[in-house]
């Protein structure tokens, strides 16, 4: 009997950490480190490189973009951060807008995979393409310079 009870005293500790140490993980939204991406076409979308360079003009035209054309900024915020400030996070279906000054999120995720979601959408979010219908190709690598400029702060 008080073998038994041991072994369930043990079972329940680790039970409780797993679950305390998980949560702490699920807060986080473990589907932000998920690709996107479907997995036939990840390996194809990863091999996309950003062709414009990562300086200041290219950079500020990303960011012009992010705040007016793309309207990027309605839901990402001013700052980035998945949530601007006039949404109320209720009424989006799926996941909040990504978080774009996540260090980690940004390292997991290519130039190629963020603009084949630009071209795509990513279903199961509010997120819809972006690619012709509101920037041209240049216009949606320059955003994602700007995004990256994010992780950089």
């Known amino acids: 009997m008080t073998n038994r009870l041991g072994i369930t005293s043990m079972m329940l500790v680790v039970v409780g950490f797993s679950l305390i140490t998980e949560g702490l993980t699920w807060a986080a939204d473990k589907a932000v480190m998920r690709p996107r991406v479907p997995r036939d076409q990840i390996e194809a979308a990863r091999a996309v490189t950003n062709p414009l360079p990562a300086d ?16 990027c900024k309605v839901c990402h915020g001013p700052d980035g951060k998945g949530l ?7 009424t989006l279906k799926g996941p909040l807008p990504r978080n774009f000054t996540d260090k980690t999120w940004q390292a997991a995720r290519t ?40 992780g950089q702060q």
């Open 56 to 71: 200041e003009a290219t950079i500020a035209k990303g960011k012009a973009l992010y705040e007016g054309k793309a309207f």
């Open 84 to 90: 601007g400030a006039d949404i109320d996070p209720r």
């Open 111 to 150: 130039d190629g995979e963020l603009f084949w979601i630009l071209k795509n959408g990513s279903k199961g979010t509010a997120m819809a393409p972006f690619i012709p219908l509101v920037l041209t190709e240049e216009e949606a690598w320059q955003v994602l310079r700007y995004i990256r400029a994010f």
